[in-house]
């Protein structure tokens, strides 16, 4: 092989690869005009009409190459790759199989046939040219990738893992690699894992929009989205402001258990208190109330303790007993969030004599409901000329939502389902109830609702009505197996029960 050939193919790849075509098309032209013999020539000048968008002069020069070295795998490579960009597979099958007749052991052509056979729906087939494009070299990432790919197709997700994270090891630019490994982690939830894998994709490429979404997911996966309308629900928030206004005028240390972002610290700060301290579970929350709280500017007037109350120590945590405590750790049916465990621990363990508890107590309250958008929504009836009412036997037998977004009647008197006085210990209870309804009305089920007394002066409530305000909490409903025509007057019997946890509401 001439000095000059060899001069003249560098000459012609070095041009290639810095994207200068139209040099590039000058040498392969005299390469082929003065080295007509050589596959080499043609393989340049098939590489450049491909650049230029000349597909078919690409194929003429490659299959000239494969004619001039029949046992050359490149031109069959080449070819290859032509055919499957075009979406010629079966053409592009035969030119890889014929490569690797020549070159039995080259990776790059079990890789680009194991694409292919993907690609045709031969998955099987894809693994086993892929496994041997990855046996023949080992550091093959591009190989490692499409294994897992190939195997994730198949459904074998945790064999799909091992692939991919070969795949990223080796070359963390793969980042869709790290992103595929990253999200069977999180389907087995090893949440430890998928976070670490999306953190060095954003290490390398803090734009990634994929990773940065895993990221956000992971980080709010333990925050119920019901912290966002509570922050915004402002008749709550003002009846609290206006009960810890009060306990302000009495001073003291205050313990807000259940921080969130922090709001119900902050207007402790703004009413007087010189001593805050505030205790929340999730680590995240704690770090974001952190963040809120700096950027009101009171970090110096409020300690966020990232534990449980439960896990906080008077004199570790704490200086001494609190003489105010504040929380809002309620759910909808205000014992879902383990109000009562937590007092009695608090009341014991973390509480000066004599301290004051805001709320003081709360209570449920219930009401027979009715709503034709509700009964549309939640049961069969007829449609289309059709009788579909046998469908209920699969109508929910109770729901959560804020009634307020729905046209809706209360068609009895309110009553109260249950009271809780927290600075005293409530064992599990059960009891039963009669509502009566107040009109004639197709009657669907219970609406239940809270209600706390956050001081002597105080009270909110969120009884259902059409405020269009944002609701912290939502309201229960408890439905018929059936809707009920009733008429004023009309009795329904409500069983009602708890184990300080669970309530649950029965209608009969």
């Given at each position: 092989?001439?000095?000059q050939?060899?001069?003249?193919?560098?000459?012609?790849?070095?041009e290639l690869?810095a994207e200068r075509?139209?040099?590039?098309?000058?040498?392969?032209?005299?390469?082929?005009e003065g080295?007509p013999?050589m596959?080499?020539?043609?393989?340049?000048?098939?590489l450049?009409a491909?650049?230029?968008?000349?597909?078919a002069?690409a194929?003429?020069?490659?299959?000239?190459?494969a004619n001039?070295?029949?046992k050359?795998?490149e031109?069959?490579?080449q070819l290859?790759?032509?055919y499957?960009?075009?979406?010629r597979?079966?053409?592009a099958?035969?030119?890889y199989?014929?490569?690797l007749?020549?070159a039995p052991?080259?990776a790059?052509?079990n890789?680009?046939?194991?694409t292919?056979l993907r690609?045709?729906?031969r998955?099987?087939?894809?693994e086993?040219a892929l496994?041997n494009?990855?046996?023949?070299?080992?550091?093959y990432?591009m190989?490692?990738?499409?294994?897992?790919?190939?195997l994730a197709?198949?459904?074998?997700?945790?064999?799909?893992?091992?692939?991919?994270?070969?795949a990223?090891?080796l070359?963390?630019s793969l980042?869709?690699?790290?992103?595929?490994?990253?999200?069977?982690?999180?389907?087995?939830?090893?949440f430890?894992?998928?976070?670490?894998?999306?953190r060095?994709?954003?290490a390398?490429?803090?734009d990634?929009a994929?990773?940065q979404?895993?990221?956000?997911?992971?980080?709010r996966r333990n925050?119920?989205?019901?912290?966002?309308p509570m922050?915004?629900?402002t008749?709550?928030n003002?009846?609290y402001?206006?009960?810890?206004?009060?306990?302000?005028?009495?001073?003291?240390r205050?313990?807000?258990i259940g921080?969130?972002?922090g709001l119900?610290?902050?207007?402790?700060?703004?009413?007087?208190f010189q001593?805050?301290?505030?205790?929340?579970?999730?680590?995240?929350?704690a770090e974001?109330?952190?963040?809120v709280?700096a950027?009101?500017?009171?970090?110096?007037?409020i300690?966020v303790?990232?534990?449980?109350s439960?896990?906080?120590k008077?004199?570790?945590d704490?200086?001494?007993?609190?003489?105010?405590?504040?929380?809002?750790t309620?759910?909808?049916a205000?014992?879902?969030?383990?109000?009562?465990?937590?007092?009695d621990h608090?009341?014991h363990?973390?509480?000066?004599?004599?301290?004051?508890?805001i709320?003081?107590?709360g209570s449920?309250?219930?009401?027979?409901?009715?709503?034709?958008?509700?009964?549309?929504?939640?049961y069969?009836g007829?449609s289309?000329?059709?009788?579909?009412?046998?469908f209920?036997?699969?109508?929910?037998?109770?729901v959560?939502l804020?009634?307020d977004?729905?046209?809706?009647e209360m068609?009895?008197?309110?009553?109260?389902?249950?009271r809780?006085?927290?600075?005293s210990?409530?064992?599990?209870?059960?009891?039963?109830?009669?509502l009566a309804?107040?009109r004639?009305?197709?009657v669907?089920?219970?609406?239940?609702?809270?209600?706390?007394?956050?001081?002597?002066?105080?009270?909110?409530?969120n009884?259902?009505?059409?405020?269009?305000l944002?609701?912290?909490w939502?309201?229960?409903?408890?439905?018929?197996?059936?809707?009920r025509?009733m008429?004023?007057g009309?009795?329904?019997e409500v069983?009602a029960s708890?184990d300080?946890?669970v309530?649950?509401?029965?209608v009969?």
């Amino acid at each position: 092989m001439s000095q000059q050939f060899m001069s003249m193919l560098r000459k012609a790849q070095q041009e290639l690869a810095a994207e200068r075509i139209l040099e590039a098309a000058g040498t392969a032209r005299h390469l082929v005009e003065g080295f007509p013999a050589m596959a080499d020539s043609w393989i340049v000048a098939g590489l450049v009409a491909r650049r230029q968008g000349r597909d078919a002069d690409a194929e003429q020069a490659f299959r000239t190459a494969a004619n001039r070295a029949p046992k050359h795998p490149e031109p069959w490579r080449q070819l290859g790759i032509l055919y499957q960009v075009a979406g010629r597979l079966r053409e592009a099958e035969a030119a890889y199989a014929q490569g690797l007749r020549a070159a039995p052991q080259d990776a790059a052509l079990n890789n680009n046939l194991g694409t292919t056979l993907r690609a045709l729906g031969r998955s099987k087939d894809a693994e086993q040219a892929l496994r041997n494009a990855v046996r023949k070299r080992a550091d093959y990432a591009m190989a490692w990738q499409n294994l897992g790919n190939c195997l994730a197709e198949q459904g074998r997700h945790d064999d799909a893992m091992e692939g991919w994270e070969k795949a990223w090891t080796l070359d963390p630019s793969l980042a869709d690699s790290g992103l595929a490994l990253a999200r069977t982690l999180l389907n087995n939830r090893k949440f430890d894992k998928a976070e670490a894998v999306y953190r060095k994709i954003l290490a390398r490429d803090p734009d990634n929009a994929l990773a940065q979404r895993g990221l956000r997911w992971l980080r709010r996966r333990n925050v119920p989205v019901w912290h966002f309308p509570m922050m915004n629900d402002t008749p709550r928030n003002e009846a609290y402001r206006a009960a810890i206004r009060r306990a302000a005028q009495r001073g003291g240390r205050l313990l807000d258990i259940g921080t969130g972002s922090g709001l119900l610290s902050m207007m402790a700060a703004e009413a007087g208190f010189q001593e805050i301290h505030t205790c929340e579970m999730q680590p995240e929350v704690a770090e974001a109330a952190r963040a809120v709280i700096a950027a009101n500017g009171l970090s110096d007037r409020i300690n966020v303790i990232a534990k449980k109350s439960t896990d906080v120590k008077v004199g570790k945590d704490i200086p001494g007993p609190a003489d105010v405590l504040v929380t809002e750790t309620f759910d909808s049916a205000l014992l879902g969030e383990y109000i009562l465990p937590t007092m009695d621990h608090a009341r014991h363990a973390l509480l000066a004599p004599g301290a004051q508890v805001i709320p003081r107590g709360g209570s449920l309250k219930a009401a027979l409901i009715s709503g034709e958008v509700l009964r549309q929504q939640f049961y069969a009836g007829r449609s289309m000329g059709f009788d579909l009412s046998a469908f209920n036997q699969f109508s929910p037998l109770g729901v959560s939502l804020v009634l307020d977004c729905y046209p809706h009647e209360m068609v009895s008197a309110e009553q109260e389902v249950f009271r809780f006085d927290l600075m005293s210990p409530h064992p599990a209870e059960k009891r039963v109830i009669r509502l009566a309804a107040d009109r004639d009305a197709t009657v669907i089920g219970v609406a239940v609702w809270l209600s706390l007394d956050l001081d002597d002066e105080t009270t909110f409530e969120n009884k259902p009505g059409a405020t269009g305000l944002a609701s912290g909490w939502h309201h229960g409903v408890s439905f018929f197996l059936e809707p009920r025509e009733m008429k004023s007057g009309d009795t329904v019997e409500v069983i009602a029960s708890h184990d300080r946890v669970v309530v649950e509401i029965v209608v009969t």
